[in-house]
């Protein structure tokens, strides 16, 4: 049949990228010029399919009101007379339960363990390089209360079946070097050997040329306007081309794989997508002194960051704000949340790195309030799709979520125990 993707993050590429290997007639759109130049272009770089816990527990909602008045806090809250931001607050509020976070650690297990058997797969078969460094993740802590509480969490992920294990100061040093000078301030930590990094922006740029070499056409720079509903199907979608006219793309079936814009597309037509946009940000910095910086993948608890070794560059991302669409980098929070970044790894690895010319972005993070995404079929609309919703996993999903969705569209049943959307 002919498909026809929308957005071309690593999710939508990835999706595009199996259904053409299955034989179906594929078109990929996107208002860019190239993949991956949104939310997937300078993320955090993990992927992290042992450290998946969903935001919402029966703590977030106490350290939120802590973090209320703090432009540098790991997650910070704008309230907005907005109803998308409220329909998705009192949902994340109902999931700060532990019997809620128990369920949604399940799914996300599930769905990252499918999802990295499919990405060894795909690069075994594509030969893709990304700087790809496949030395786990390290989760260090700088207070007893922190470790106490990572020692809870590591139990809770054991219990699903994930190997995270629980360092010592020593092991921790052990297992990345490089974090000897701020070793006194580390009280332990939790490593997963099995996570890996690599540049996702480089990986999804190559898988969407050999799309392209592989038949899929590219329909680059051009704007999604709206879909087109007739009865109960959709009968196309209005796009601008890049010449500047309007035309309608039709075909069997649609993917909408649009991150945080797929709600603004879909909600008019179909279901009501609940997914909010979390703004997050990230700081890329040429290496002065590339044998001193970490090579294996960080998680820094105390700021809620994640730091990963990309070549001869390090990149250090996180926070989380919840404040509708909002891109700027030029705003007074945006300039005190990148600078913070800067100075964390500063501290973390002194003299390593230039920062005189930090290479700053932010992204929009589509987020549930379960951090479970949307996958599988509309329960209105019988040839609508759904990829959206990964959250800050985008990258350890998209894979796995790609091959799942072309499963889905075959009429196949995907061999996980995830549980799909309208299936």
Not at 255 to 267: E, K, R
Request: net charge neutral; aromatic share 8%; glycine share 10%.
């Amino acid at each position: 049949m002919k498909v026809v993707v929308l957005g071309a993050g690593i999710v939508g590429v990835t999706t595009a990228w199996y259904l053409n290997q299955s034989g179906h007639e594929v078109v990929l759109v996107d208002r860019q010029g190239d993949a991956a130049l949104e939310t997937s272009f300078a993320n955090g770089a993990q992927i992290s399919v042992s450290f998946c816990e969903p935001w919402a527990n029966a703590w977030v909602p106490i350290k939120v009101l802590k973090w209320l008045a703090r432009d540098d806090s790991p997650l910070l809250f704008r309230p907005r007379l907005e109803l998308a931001q409220m329909r998705y607050g009192l949902s994340f509020l109902m999931q700060c339960t532990t019997a809620s976070f128990e369920r949604n650690v399940e799914e996300l297990v599930q769905l990252g363990r499918y999802s990295h058997a499919r990405h060894k797969e795909l690069v075994a078969a594509t030969g893709i390089e990304y700087d790809r460094l496949e030395k786990g993740i390290l989760h260090f802590f700088s207070s007893q209360a922190d470790l106490d509480a990572g020692v809870a969490g590591a139990e809770v992920m054991r219990h699903h079946g994930v190997d995270r294990r629980v360092l010592t100061r020593e092991q921790v040093l052990a297992v990345e070097p490089a974090l000897a000078s701020f070793g006194p301030n580390i009280y332990g930590g939790t490593y997963t050997p099995s996570d890996e990094s690599g540049d996702a922006l480089v990986f999804t740029q190559k898988l969407a040329r050999l799309c392209e070499q592989g038949g899929v056409q590219a329909r680059w720079n051009t704007q999604i306007l709206a879909l087109e509903r007739q009865g109960q199907q959709l009968s196309g979608v209005r796009v601008r081309n890049a010449q500047g006219g309007q035309e309608t793309l039709q075909a069997d079936a649609y993917v909408v794989a649009l991150a945080s814009y797929a709600p603004a597309l879909v909600n008019p037509v179909a279901e009501c997508l609940n997914i909010y946009p979390a703004k997050g940000y990230s700081a890329t910095l040429r290496l002065k002194r590339p044998e001193r910086a970490s090579t294996v993948s960080l998680l820094d608890d105390t700021r809620k960051i994640a730091i990963s070794r990309l070549g001869d560059c390090i990149r250090i991302a996180g926070t989380a704000e919840l404040a509708g669409m909002d891109t700027r980098l030029d705003s007074a929070t945006a300039q005190v949340r990148c600078r913070a970044l800067v100075k964390r790894y500063e501290e973390l690895f002194p003299g390593v790195a230039d920062p005189s010319e930090p290479n700053y972005w932010t992204g929009l993070r589509p987020s549930t309030p379960t951090n479970i995404p949307y996958i599988g079929r509309s329960r209105r609309l019988g040839n609508l799709w759904f990829n959206c919703g990964h959250g800050t996993l985008g990258w350890t999903h998209g894979a796995g979520s790609g091959h799942a969705l072309a499963e889905l569209i075959g009429g196949r049943r995907p061999d996980t125990a995830f549980n799909f959307y309208g299936v």
